[in-house]
């Protein structure tokens, strides 16, 4: 099985601030790499698909980076709404499996 | 609206059976593969089990073959997990999920909770 990793694991920021999460997966995944936004009580939402494409609806603040074993979650700037937990998920070969995911609170 | 709605979920014994279902509304259900996704209290999510379009292909998580089997009733839009000898760390909160062709998981349902105690 792929496994992945994400770090850190929970970070703290400020409405405004360039937050950057990182995820690695324990072998190449070309770019089945995706991103989802979960906050508690809710559904998960997808926000970036195949590393880089912004899923409909999803602001621009947010984008994808990366290939084969490392990828990267940026948000340009942090908004209220954005205080959640991220996690990756890669969908190269199943299982398809997530990273542990990082929770993202206000400082 | 597209839209997943789970049901199903209980408190159950271990050694038990469940039955999920999920209600597929507002997008053509037989044109997707459909996956099961969970939550253990506290942790992250764990993919459980996916079917292709029209029920031919099925794939598990080690930890659930041979216990767990997902179906799919096309003609009723709903999607299935059939869940035998339930243990402990089978309790989690249970998402019905769609899935894009590269297999992101675009449509979550709004999950139902099984809790397996005695």
């Known amino acids: 099985d792929i496994q992945m990793t994400q770090s850190p694991s929970s970070l703290s920021a400020s409405v405004g601030d360039r937050v950057t999460i990182t995820c690695r997966a324990s072998?190449?995944?070309?770019?089945?790499l995706n991103w989802y936004q979960h906050k508690p009580g809710k559904a998960p939402e997808l926000l970036i698909y195949?590393?880089?494409s912004l899923q409909s609806g999803v602001p621009s603040r947010f984008s994808g980076s990366g290939s084969g074993t490392d990828f990267t979650l940026t948000i340009s700037s942090l908004q209220p709404e954005d205080f959640a937990t991220y996690y990756c998920?890669?969908?190269?070969?199943?299982?398809?499996?997530f990273g542990p995911g990082t929770k993202v609170d206000i400082k | 609206e597209m839209q997943l709605v789970e049901s199903g979920g209980n408190l159950v014994q271990p050694g038990g059976s469940l039955r999920l279902s999920c209600a597929a509304s507002?997008?053509?259900?037989?044109?997707?593969?459909m996956h099961w996704v969970r939550q253990t209290p506290g942790k992250g999510l764990v993919w459980v089990s996916r079917?292709?379009?029209?029920?031919?292909?099925?794939t598990c998580a080690d930890s659930v073959k041979g216990r767990f089997t997902i179906s799919r009733d096309n003609s009723k839009n709903t999607l299935y997990l059939q869940m035998n000898s339930l243990r402990g760390e089978d309790a989690a909160v249970y998402y019905c999920?769609?899935?894009?062709?590269?297999?992101?998981?675009?449509?979550w349902g709004q999950g139902t909770m099984v809790t397996v105690s005695s």
């Open positions: 999920v769609r899935s894009l062709t590269a297999r992101a998981f675009d449509i």
């Open positions: 507002g997008f053509t259900f037989s044109s997707y593969w």
């Open positions: 079917i292709n379009t029209d029920g031919s292909v099925t």
């Open positions: 072998q190449s995944i070309s770019t089945y």
């Open positions: 195949v590393t880089s």
């Open positions: 998920q890669q969908s190269y070969i199943a299982p398809l499996t």
